[in-house]
């Protein structure tokens, strides 16, 4: 049993010793605690009611006077009474609160709390003890413990990675989902920031993540959740794993950011996010310091004749500001009904209690037990009133009652099935996420168990992963779970064992997940596929391009060498080679048109455009053709003029030509190949009619193969079989349809319709005048071409000879064109892109690092592709022309070149 010495006896300077008296039994039956009354010797001078209930004494046992208090306690609590009774001293001060044990009627014990105060001297020594039961305070402290533990538990099972920082930045929590995602144990986490080095983050493009741009610290400096935020991380093993990362800011009651909680998770998104508690919550503080109780005694007209330092601490005051209160002259006695409260007791000699949150006349905010009770002051009526402070009590059940909103609150949102079942595989709690993913009520789920809605071939493992559980392992698996419906969903479960026996886990459907990775796999392969075929079209373009260049090139100089003409017969054959060698060039057109239409590459330029003018072009340039293969060749015009359709020029010159060639190379001898246009609505169609061979059923459906010529590969009429694939993916992408209507033996109708522009649009604008090819003396000035193909310099020393006043210097490689630059003071610079010792753009580069003249510089390039042209713009370069050289397009670009340059 505890007890304490040395606290002075309650003064009352006015009163009279039968005042003391009565007060000192009212004191007796007004507490709500047991008080013993103990002389020296341990005898019992008085006891209260209260301490008759703990030891459940009947109301005629309450006069123990006289009677040994160790007769009421344990063996081992009795003697160590004894040794406190006879060591007892009223110069020391009151002991602490201390728990031991009273032993009742039955012989059972209870466990209280007590604290003692030696009073009077000599023969008059006294000790008093207050004893109050124990169990209210350790159920509270049990029911917040196993919060806390079911906090730990959730926290702990987190699929996703959490970890909390301070305001600072420090790390003071992290979860095992974190530690694995990070590939980090919690000893290298704990303590560091996110703007430690050692992170090692980046952006998505590959630069690094500085560590204040990190969500958590722009959280911390501004206050603002962050959402949806992605960085890699570099795992310590070198592995770079890309995290999505949501940051909330942990705020106090004046919402000053203290920390943030950041929540993290593996390439898929996760929605749960998890706050860590704001701070700890303390448990029942300042319950009892010194004394149970706070006491005051008012005499008959309010004046406060007696306190006790009890009192004075739970209204916030001193001792002497307590004794110097009337509480007539009391707001907060008003305000809280005190007031009223006392001057019942008064008038009805009855014990009163209320409780609940005050204010005290010093400002103090407490929630308080107060009782008042008449007092007679020898013969004069005075009250007395005692406290008891429930502060800590109360804010403790008000902690409980949070932690259990923001538990049920962290369940209910989380986006991933949170489900809890009992050792025997029953569920016993399931959240609505959980109920949504399956497709069943709450209570359908709560009658069931494991083996009811998860796979039979899932739960063979079960045994050992529930002997894992057991030893503290937590879970992370896959499991095949069937829905209401009966179809099945591939879930991923992360789980632990729960403190009391139950199995903890969270649910996340991956089906959706599994079949965008699938998909993501095939789109990469396809991806690649079509990249290194693009890569393959690009690099033999090239390689044909180069060879090209001289046989176009020498065969057109031949065609158009006025001093040197070549025999009728000589000249047709020529005629042969250059048209196979147009044809060849169209071929890896085609192909490259291809390329770019199936890498979604090919750019359009669209515009408002004159139909007519364009049908026109098109049948003047294809009349020579049907003409030499006997096809008559009509045009067909409505009555009205046709509005304006919405197209690119030069594809719908493209689309034109394809059709209109096909027409007459696969007609007959006499045959007639038809251009119709003709309105219908807001489009207008654009056929183009045969009377040729036709197509069967089964051609028509292999019409748009590519390379398939439909069993005329052994015919004369050459051909490649892409040209309609491309032709109709060309109209689509001016937004038009082509169709096609065919008949064997009676000729086919290829029809393409197009949207009619809108009022108000610009006139179309004419085509460009072709470019003569003529010699020229008045143009003059200093050329370099570098170039490595012994065969293409020939070509333009050839082609030079149409300006024989400009000058030509050849260079066979990069390095020595770059020095007969610089030695030389030239008009124009021709630079081939793939030299042998280095790029085109890297010749742009040392000439125009130089100081001095900037020489314009042309780029030549068997390289077609439209990346292969932006770049080489983009790098510097003044123009670039791809091989074969039209040698009409070469000369006008040197005689403009050379003519500014004259004028400047």
């Not at 990190?214 to 991380?233: E, F, I, K, N, W």
């Not at 448990?283 to 309010?302: S, T």
């Not at 932690?403 to 209910?412: A, D, T």
């Not at 020393?797 to 630059?821: H, M, N, W, Y």
Request: glycine share 8%; hydrophobic share 40%.
């Amino acid at each position: 049993m505890a007890m304490a010495t040395g606290s002075p006896p309650l003064t009352t300077p006015h009163a009279s010793l039968d005042g003391a008296e009565a007060r000192y039994s009212a004191l007796l039956a007004l507490s709500l605690d047991g008080i013993w009354v103990l002389d020296s010797e341990g005898r019992i001078d008085h006891a209260n009611g209260a301490m008759a209930r703990l030891l459940d004494r009947e109301a005629e046992d309450l006069d123990l006077r006289g009677r040994d208090v160790c007769e009421f306690l344990p063996p081992d609590v009795a003697d160590d009474t004894r040794r406190r009774l006879a060591t007892m001293d009223p110069a020391r001060s009151s002991t602490r609160w201390r728990e031991f044990r009273l032993q009742r009627r039955d012989g059972s014990l209870v466990e209280v709390e007590a604290s003692g105060v030696a009073i009077g001297h000599g023969e008059t020594l006294r000790a008093v003890v207050v004893a109050r039961p124990v169990a209210q305070r350790k159920q509270i402290e049990s029911a917040l413990d196993t919060t806390r533990q079911q906090l730990r538990s959730v926290f702990d099972a987190l699929a996703e990675g959490v970890v909390v920082q301070d305001s600072a930045g420090r790390i003071l929590e992290c979860n095992p989902a974190a530690c694995k995602i990070l590939g980090l144990d919690a000893d290298q986490m704990l303590g560091r920031t996110s703007i430690d080095p050692r992170w090692r983050a980046v952006h998505e493009d590959g630069s690094p993540f500085p560590g204040d741009a990190h969500p958590a610290m722009r959280t911390l400096r501004t206050g603002q959740a962050s959402r949806d935020d992605v960085m890699g991380v570099h795992k310590p093993d070198g592995t770079l794993s890309w995290i999505s990362i949501n940051s909330e800011p942990l705020l106090d009651t004046h919402q000053a950011v203290t920390g943030v909680v950041t929540s993290f998770s593996d390439i898929t998104e996760r929605r749960a996010r998890e706050r860590e508690l704001e701070g700890e919550r303390q448990l029942n503080r300042h319950i009892i310091e010194i004394a149970p109780f706070g006491i005051c005694i008012y005499d008959e007209n309010g004046n406060c004749v007696a306190a006790n330092p009890a009192m004075a601490r739970d209204i916030g005051a001193s001792l002497s500001q307590v004794l110097s209160q009337n509480y007539h002259h009391l707001d907060s006695w008003k305000r809280s009904g005190l007031y009223d409260l006392a001057q019942r007791a008064l008038d009805s000699d009855v014990q009163l209690t209320l409780d609940g949150p005050v204010v005290t006349s010093f400002g103090k905010q407490a929630w308080l037990e107060l009782t008042c009770r008449a007092l007679d002051l020898g013969g004069r009526r005075g009250l007395m009133l005692v406290s008891r402070d429930l502060t800590s009590a109360k804010r403790a059940e008000q902690a409980l009652e949070q932690s259990e909103i923001k538990y049920r609150s962290l369940v209910q949102q989380a986006s991933d099935g949170i489900f809890i079942a009992a050792a025997d595989g029953r569920y016993t709690e399931v959240n609505d996420a959980g109920c949504r993913m399956l497709g069943y009520t709450r209570d359908e789920i709560l009658s069931m168990r494991m083996d009811d809605i998860v796979d039979a071939d899932d739960l063979q493992a079960r045994p050992l992963q529930h002997e894992r559980l057991r030893s503290g392992e937590p879970l992370l698996a896959e499991r095949r779970m069937r829905r209401k419906d009966g179809s099945a969903m591939l879930a991923e479960i992360s789980g632990r064992m729960l403190p009391d026996g139950q199995f903890l886990g969270l649910v996340r459907d991956i089906g959706q997940r599994k079949a965008t990775e699938e998909a993501l796999r095939a789109k990469e392969v396809a991806e690649r596929s079509n990249r290194a075929k693009s890569e393959f079209v690009s690099r033999m373009s090239h390689e044909l391009r180069t060879p090209l260049n001289a046989n176009l090139g020498f065969s057109e100089l031949l065609q158009v060498d006025s001093q040197h003409p070549l025999e009728p017969a000589q000249n047709a054959k020529l005629e042969h080679i250059h048209n196979a060698g147009h044809h060849l060039l169209a071929l890896i057109d085609d192909l490259l048109d291809l390329s770019r239409i199936e890498a979604g590459a090919m750019k359009l330029q669209l515009e408002d455009l004159d139909l007519q003018e364009i049908v026109h072009h098109a049948i003047d340039d294809l009349r020579g053709d049907a003409l030499r293969v006997g096809v008559r060749l009509t045009l067909e015009l409505p009555a009205t003029p046709v509005r304006p359709v919405r197209g690119d020029r030069t594809r719908l010159r493209q689309v034109l030509a394809n059709l209109l060639s096909n027409a007459i190379k696969y007609n007959r001898a006499g045959g007639m190949v038809t251009l119709r246009l003709a309105p219908l609505g807001e489009w207008v169609r654009l056929s183009v009619i045969d009377d040729g061979a036709g197509m069967t059923p089964a051609q028509l459906r292999r019409l748009f193969q590519p390379f398939n010529r439909l069993g005329r590969e052994s015919s004369r009429v050459q051909g490649t079989g892409i040209g309609l694939v491309i032709t109709r993916s060309l109209v689509e992408l001016m937004g038009g349809r082509l169709s096609v209507h065919s008949e064997a033996g009676r000729g086919s109708e290829f029809m393409v319709d197009l949207l009619v522009a809108q009022p108000g649009a610009a006139a179309p604008r004419p085509a460009a005048a072709p470019q003569p090819i003529a010699a020229r003396s008045d143009v003059s000035g200093r050329v370099l071409y570098i170039e490595d193909d012994e065969v293409n310099r020939v070509l333009m020393q050839a082609c030079f000879g149409f300006r024989p006043g400009v000058e030509l210097t050849l260079a066979t490689d990069g390095k020595s064109g770059i020095e007969a630059a610089l030695a030389g003071n030239f008009d124009l610079v021709l630079v081939d892109m793939s030299l042998p010792d280095m790029r085109g753009p890297d010749v742009l580069r040392a000439l125009r690092s130089q100081p001095g003249r900037r020489v314009p510089c042309i780029a030549l390039s068997a390289d077609a592709m439209p990346d292969d042209i932006t770049a080489a713009l983009a790098a510097g370069m003044d123009g670039y022309l791809t091989k074969p050289l039209p040698i009409a397009q070469l000369l006008s670009t040197l005689d403009a070149v050379l003519y500014v340059r004259r004028e400047s």
